[in-house]
């Protein structure tokens, strides 16, 4: 049975109450197996769990040595994944990613061009430092993003499945590097930023062995089946309809311009384009995940507004003027959010 014929299947069984429960606490248990190696950063190791477990792809932005290939190979090891690397530089091609074709002369002394597959053809790929590599590179993983596959010399290779991918970019470094497309950005369910630990996250570090590299050691609580199945079984939470007006209401309230005024009106005047449709798709399924993460077989608003800022802050564009004034995406999306929680 194939990947697909596998979800099928099981999308056609009901759900149990104990499966819920046994999602729940696989969860738990991974966020803390990651806690232990990533210290002082909870929050963003929620984030990366519910990106994953709903089928979606991550930006992480921070500054280097903050622990973000730390932290991915840690998720891979914890959820027995395969592991690729793709380290961006200027002059990456997209060969070097997606794959080739390498001529290949058999036992037989037959030859022939046979395609030998990128490091795109993992189920957990890094891509460190994207924003280093070109345009045209960058549009190498457009289609295995949205579409999970590769197509190379008119023929379409599947990519592996669960597939996601987690890329890394330094906010500050703007020497050598392509900013990312929206059309791109787009494709990314999340956009982490990751903060600098505590002091005593800080120090509980120094109680390990500077010699060691905890990720190494991570032991899995699960494999690509059992990601599979937790994900399938995120799909079926229950999105009350409450719940589903909330999420139109967000995603409408970060459009431009908008026609009924109200006290979400100042901050949408600096907006230059809204976040997408699929905004909407990512704000309903990441919040399914942490429903489930809460021990819940239903969708609370409250669960909508854990997922509001990863979802949107790479979907909202602001006027220029807004920008070259200082403005913030993150503090203009705060102020609608508490807009929309306080009449959610």
Not at 29 to 46: K, N, P
Not at 121 to 129: C, G, K, R, S, T
């Amino acid at each position: 049975m194939d990947e697909s014929e596998r979800t099928k299947a099981l999308s056609a069984v009901p759900a149990a109450a104990d499966d819920y429960a046994q999602a729940h606490q696989q969860l738990g248990a991974l966020r803390s197996r990651l806690g232990r190696v990533i210290v002082g950063q909870d929050e963003l190791i929620a984030q990366l769990v519910t990106a994953v477990f709903a089928g979606g792809h991550v930006l992480l932005e921070g500054l280097p040595g903050l622990g973000k290939t730390h932290l991915a190979k840690a998720l891979a090891a914890a959820l027995g994944l395969r592991w690729g690397r793709v380290q961006c530089t200027p002059d990456l091609m997209p060969a070097d990613v997606t794959g080739t074709d390498i001529y290949v002369t058999a036992a037989s002394g037959a030859s022939a061009f046979e395609f030998r597959p990128g490091p795109v053809f993992a189920q957990l790929v890094l891509v460190d430092e994207i924003n280093r590599a070109t345009p045209r590179t960058q549009a190498a993983l457009l289609e295995a993003m949205q579409e999970r596959q590769v197509t190379h010399a008119g023929h379409t290779h599947p990519l592996p499945q669960p597939f996601c991918v987690l890329a890394t970019q330094n906010p500050i470094e703007l020497e050598g590097t392509y900013p990312l497309p929206e059309a791109q950005l787009d494709r990314f369910m999340f956009k982490l930023t990751v903060p600098a630990p505590a002091r005593d996250a800080l120090r509980a570090m120094l109680d390990v062995s500077l010699d060691d590299e905890p990720a190494d050691a991570v032991q899995p609580l699960a494999g690509p089946a059992d990601v599979l199945r937790i994900a399938q079984l995120c799909r079926t939470v229950l999105l009350g309809e409450r719940c589903k007006d909330a999420a139109v209401d967000l995603v409408l309230a970060t459009q431009p311009d908008p026609a009924d005024g109200g006290s979400a009106a100042e901050p949408r005047r600096h907006i230059r384009y809204g976040a997408s449709p699929r905004a909407l798709q990512a704000l309903v399924r990441a919040a399914r995940v942490r429903a489930l993460m809460a021990g819940r077989v239903h969708v609370d608003v409250a669960d909508l507004d854990a997922v509001a800022l990863p979802v949107l802050r790479h979907r909202v564009l602001l006027r220029l003027q807004s920008e070259l004034d200082g403005r913030d995406v993150d503090s203009l999306l705060a102020s609608i959010v508490d807009a929309w929680r306080r009449r959610a």
